[in-house]
């Protein structure tokens, strides 16, 4: 499969989605993920774990985002591609 360095999430090769990022842009999206998710947990996590759940989902709609914007078009794909 050729890199194609205009998306910062390739394609997986089976199924549905992205891949690991393409790039450092990716990357740092996907860090800022990690941080604020740990930022979360170590915040909100304490003191209740329904705003935890509600955060993480939030957090993982806005990635679900950026994959989609910056991201590879998705579609099922067999592998052959």
């Given amino acids: 499969m050729l890199r194609d360095d205009r998306y910062w999430f390739p394609a997986k090769r089976y199924g549905w989605?992205?891949?690991?990022?393409?790039?450092?842009?990716?990357w740092s999206v996907v860090a800022?993920?990690?941080a604020l998710i740990a930022v979360g947990a170590a915040t909100i996590l304490p003191?209740?774990?329904s705003?935890?759940?509600a955060y993480v989902a939030v957090l993982s709609v806005l990635l679900t985002?950026?994959?989609w914007w910056?991201?590879?078009p998705p579609r099922w794909r067999?592998?052959?591609d």
């Fill in 17 to 26: 989605g992205w891949g690991p990022p393409n790039n450092w842009q990716g």
């Fill in 70 to 72: 910056k991201g590879e």
């Fill in 65 to 67: 985002g950026v994959c």
């Fill in 47 to 49: 003191h209740t774990h």
């Fill in 78 to 80: 067999w592998g052959g």
């Fill in 51 to 53: 705003g935890f759940i």
């Fill in 32 to 34: 800022g993920f990690a």
